[in-house]
Each structure stands twice: as structure tokens, then as C-alpha cells.
């Protein structure tokens, strides 16, 4: 198979035009259009249609080029093994929701990454769906997808669908978080009534695209309060919550480190049941490299020593 080829349907897809992909790879239409013609003659699919936008991948087509992008991530991360000095060297890409212990699994991860002089590290938040097509899209290595464990009969099979690894997972049930001088900290048992008195802070762009009415409405029954607030960004949460102390919110277990940073308090409630679930996802094609495994060695021990501070 010529890789060259690969790189050339990719990037038809990519522009959505012969045109303007043969424009971009600096060579006529003309050969753009025989290439393509040669590759779908050589795997025996058409790869494209053409549409009132230009060309489209066919069903088919869409499987073929998620592979194709997959095995030119890898072929240009072995390059860059003979290019540059693998001593010297990282590169790193994950997408992740909002968990402070994956951030602070991630800051252990990079103080062990210091003094590399070529480093190429990104990570993002944002939601579950999102993850999973950057990750199909090879836009981002690997990504850390959550869900609530009602919907795991939604997420499994889209991850088998998509073709999607997953590594590792991390069950648990959402704690809440305070002022270490709220009233609300100190009482004996935390009721849904006894927080019909506080202020909940909810994070306001956490609905799941695609998932059926059914589902989404379970899941706000579940945060429905009087008295909330919205908050869209990490900082402000943490400024609300130790400013106010009639403020709470529900979140992954944190580290102890982060909490007495930011004077929070954080409780079990076995009494309100609110099962989590965060899966750690990659393509089937992708392998992790020496720098992944750090990384979920780290994530691995951050949860270890949560778990135990429980």
C-alpha cells in the first residue's frame, strides 16, 4: 500500500475537495484524482462520493480513513524516534474532563518530564463525546472519557463501534466538596434535605450529546436544587466554594493536597448514590509509548492514595 497515497485521501477528507487538497499537496487534480482512484482500486471500496459540498467519505470509506489516519500517527511517531534523541525527547496528547486528580496526576507527570529539552505536551478538557471523536480523528493520542454508570450501556458499544482501547478505569462515587468552614461540614449525616439548605454549584456544560432524552432526564432529576449555580470554568469553582460556605458540589474523589491547598473539605455520602466512571480510551491501533505509561503510573497512584485517604 503506497503510504503516500494514504496521506493524500486524508487530506482529501480533511478539505472536503479534490481541488483544494491538490491545491494544498502542491500537485495537479488531475494526479490527486488518479491517486485516489488507484487506492480505492487497490483496497476495493470507493472512499468517496461526491456531494452538493464536494466529496464525502462513504460509510465504508469512514472506516478506511480512521485506520489510515491511525497507522500515519504511528508512522510519524517512529520518524520521529530516528530524528531526534528518545533520551531527550517527549510528546504527549490527552483530552480529559474536569477531575482535579487527573490535573494533579498530570503536574506529577510533567515535574518527572522537567529538564527534557524537546518536549511537545497538550492536553484539554471537554466533554465525552468530544474525547471520543478526537481520539477517532487522531487528533489527540489519548483521551479520559466520564460517564455515569447508567449510561455505561451507551458508552461501551459506541467504544467498540469507534474502535477504541480502553486501558484502564476507575469506578467511584461522587463526594462533596465545602469550605472547610462551612456549616455544612460538620454535620453528623448529609441528607438530600440537609442540602436543601446550601447553594449548589454545578458545572454548566455537562449535558452528553446523542444520549437518548431518557437518560439525560435521570441525570438532572438526580441535580435538581432550589438554590444553584452554573460555573464554566475550574477556577471559579474553587474561589466560590472556599469563599462561600453555604456552597457545595458533587466531584470525583480529590487529593488531599489540593483540599488543604484550597481549605475545601470533602465527604462520603453513602446515603445519596451518584456512580461515576472514568475509562482511559485510545486507538485499538495506537501503542503507548514509554511517556503514556508514565503518565498512567502516575494517575495510578494519585487514585491509590485518594482511595486510602477515604
Not at 529538564?115 to 463525546?129: H, L, W, Y
Request: net charge negative; with cysteine; hydrophobic share 40%.
Amino acid at each position: 500500500m503506497n503510504l503516500t497515497h494514504l496521506r493524500y485521501v486524508v487530506e482529501v477528507e480533511r478539505l472536503g475537495s479534490i481541488t483544494k487538497a491538490a491545491s494544498a499537496l502542491y500537485m495537479g487534480q488531475p494526479n490527486l484524482s488518479k491517486a485516489i482512484k488507484e487506492m480505492e482500486h487497490e483496497v476495493g471500496i470507493p472512499i468517496f462520493k461526491r456531494s452538493a459540498k464536494g466529496v464525502v467519505p462513504t460509510e465504508k470509506g469512514k472506516e478506511f480513513l480512521q485506520y489510515a489516519k491511525a497507522i500515519l500517527v504511528q508512522l510519524d511517531k517512529m520518524e520521529a524516534l530516528y530524528k531526534d534523541d528518545p533520551e531527550d525527547s517527549v510528546s504527549f496528547s490527552l483530552l480529559l474532563p474536569r477531575a482535579s486528580y487527573i490535573t494533579h496526576a498530570f503536574t506529577c507527570f510533567l515535574n518527572k518530564l522537567s529538564g527534557r529539552q524537546d518536549m511537545d505536551v497538550k492536553i484539554k478538557e471537554t466533554n465525552s463525546m468530544d474525547t471520543i471523536n478526537a481520539v477517532v480523528e487522531c487528533e489527540y493520542d489519548m483521551g479520559i472519557i466520564r460517564y455515569p454508570i447508567a449510561y455505561e450501556s451507551f458508552f461501551l458499544p459506541l467504544l467498540e463501534e469507534k474502535n477504541l482501547s480502553v486501558h484502564s478505569s476507575w469506578q467511584y462515587d461522587y463526594v462533596l466538596i465545602m469550605s472547610a468552614d462551612s456549616p455544612l461540614a460538620q454535620e453528623e449525616e448529609i441528607t438530600e434535605e440537609v442540602l436543601e439548605k446550601y447553594i449548589e454549584v454545578l458545572h454548566g456544560d455537562n449535558t452528553v450529546p446523542n444520549i437518548s432524552a431518557v437518560y439525560q432526564k435521570k441525570n438532572a432529576a438526580l441535580n435538581r436544587r432550589r438554590r444553584h449555580i452554573y460555573v464554566y470554568e475550574r477556577g471559579s469553582q474553587f474561589d466560590i466554594l472556599s469563599a462561600c460556605p453555604e456552597a457545595y458540589m458533587w466531584v470525583s474523589p480529590m487529593p488531599r493536597e489540593i483540599l488543604d491547598r484550597c481549605r475545601l473539605v470533602q465527604r462520603s455520602v453513602p446515603n445519596i448514590s451518584k456512580t461515576n466512571k472514568d475509562v482511559l480510551i485510545y486507538q485499538s491501533s495506537y501503542r503507548l509509548s514509554a511517556t503514556d505509561r508514565m503518565f498512567i503510573e502516575e494517575m495510578d497512584k494519585v487514585r491509590q492514595e485518594i482511595m486510602q485517604d477515604l
